[in-house]
């Protein structure tokens, strides 16, 4: 399984990029995708995270300018929009499998075991 980002650029406070993570060599049906972003000197943070279904979900800190989207069967994007100083980070993004639980009746998002090798963002002010 390889993931492979790009998209990734130099933008002033308040512009938008898209980027792109696409998949080769997964067939699974059911899978979450998430992007990270980390900083120098800082913790990974998750910003977005989808499912094979389509349910998205975003932290605080990038809900409603931040989107995930299944672009196609292999790339899942995620458009930045009014991007901030403070998105400045190298982002990443990560698949997990999503199988399903027999206890629970639904399909749950594992640990992510696959990780791209980032692309950078850098937003000036």
């Known amino acids: 399984v390889q993931l492979v980002e790009s998209g990734g650029g130099s933008v002033q406070a308040g512009g938008s990029l898209q980027l792109s993570c696409t998949v080769s060599?997964?067939?699974?049906?059911?899978?979450?995708v998430g992007w990270f972003r980390q900083a120098p000197g800082n913790e990974r943070e998750e910003v977005a995270s989808?499912?094979?279904?389509?349910?998205a979900k975003y932290p605080d800190s990038v809900e409603g300018r931040f989107t995930i989207f299944l672009e196609s069967k292999d790339i899942v994007a995620l458009r930045m929009d009014s991007l901030k100083p403070e998105d400045t980070a190298k982002y990443y993004c990560?698949?997990?499998?999503?199988?399903?639980?027999?206890?629970?009746?639904?399909?749950?998002?594992?640990?992510?075991?696959?990780w791209g090798q980032g692309t950078q963002v850098t937003v000036s002010s």
């Open positions: 060599g997964f067939t699974s049906s059911s899978f979450c």
């Open positions: 990560a698949l997990a499998l999503r199988p399903f639980h027999l206890s629970t009746g639904t399909y749950k998002c594992g640990a992510y075991g696959f």
């Open positions: 989808i499912d094979s279904d389509g349910n």
